[in-house]
């Protein structure tokens, strides 16, 4: 069975500071596909980043990075200069193929991230 | 484009009534994906449709639970009868299903739901 484990449940920066978001997975498969989502204080889920299993390319995008070690099943998130509007609770997510033509997702528990001023 | 929508965004009810959640998905995405957040649990998964079939319903909790999807725009999730601890935040998310693109699932706003 699939698992996600972000050992964070809460971190507290101050502004400016550059902060990272761990992200432990297990798995079986070869092929499958890691996510970050962010879910600010008013609720939704918003889709930061997905990543294939044949791809550690590390990515960078503005201010947010995120490093895939599939040597130790890792695929952490971290925030540069964080923002006060960074605060919000970050999932990260593993997809793998269901036995049908769906992958299905399976989420952390999630971080919650405070960025105070 | 619309994202997911998703409706009502809040609603309390008493324990005992029957709860219609609403879902419409993004236009030409044929998966569509029924989830339960709460504090305890974390994200869910309850249901999915494939081209408005139900595939894989192993996560809705018991028979109070069930969900439609009449169409390729429209999804319902109802409880029957509601109790307390249906209470959480019911997201529902899309995805498209067209070879070559990504498997990346979006989501709606989100329902949160107080039964009393």
């Known amino acids: 069975a699939q698992k996600v484990t972000q050992a964070q449940t809460e971190i507290s920066v101050v502004e400016k500071e550059d902060v990272t978001l761990d992200c432990v997975y297990e798995t079986r498969d070869t092929t499958y596909y890691l996510f970050w989502y962010k879910q600010p204080p008013s609720g939704e889920l918003v889709f930061l980043i997905r990543?294939?299993?044949?791809?550690?390319q590390n990515e960078i995008s503005g201010r947010y990075s995120w490093n895939f070690q599939k040597s130790t099943s890792s695929f952490n998130f971290t925030i540069t200069a964080s923002q006060v509007v960074d605060s919000a609770v970050y999932f990260c997510a593993l997809s793998e193929q269901d036995g049908g033509s769906n992958y299905k997702l399976t989420f952390g528990k999630g971080t919650l991230l405070t960025v105070n001023p | 484009d619309a994202g997911v929508i998703q409706s009502p965004r809040h609603e309390v009810t008493e324990m005992g009534q029957e709860v219609t959640l609403r879902c419409k998905p993004i236009s030409g995405h044929d998966y569509l994906f029924w989830y339960r957040q709460t504090m305890m649990r974390g994200l869910e998964l309850l249901i999915y449709?494939?081209?408005?079939?139900?595939?894989?319903d192993s996560g809705m909790p018991e028979d109070r639970f069930s969900a439609k999807m009449p169409n390729a725009s429209f999804s319902t999730l109802k409880i029957q009868p509601s109790e307390p601890r249906d209470s959480a935040v019911y997201f529902c998310?899309?995805?498209?299903?067209?070879?070559?693109?990504?498997?990346?699932?979006?989501f709606g706003p989100g329902t949160r739901l107080t039964v009393l």
């Open positions: 998310a899309s995805r498209s299903g067209l070879r070559g693109s990504t498997d990346t699932q979006y």
């Open positions: 449709f494939n081209n408005n079939v139900p595939i894989d």
């Open positions: 990543r294939n299993s044949f791809d550690e």
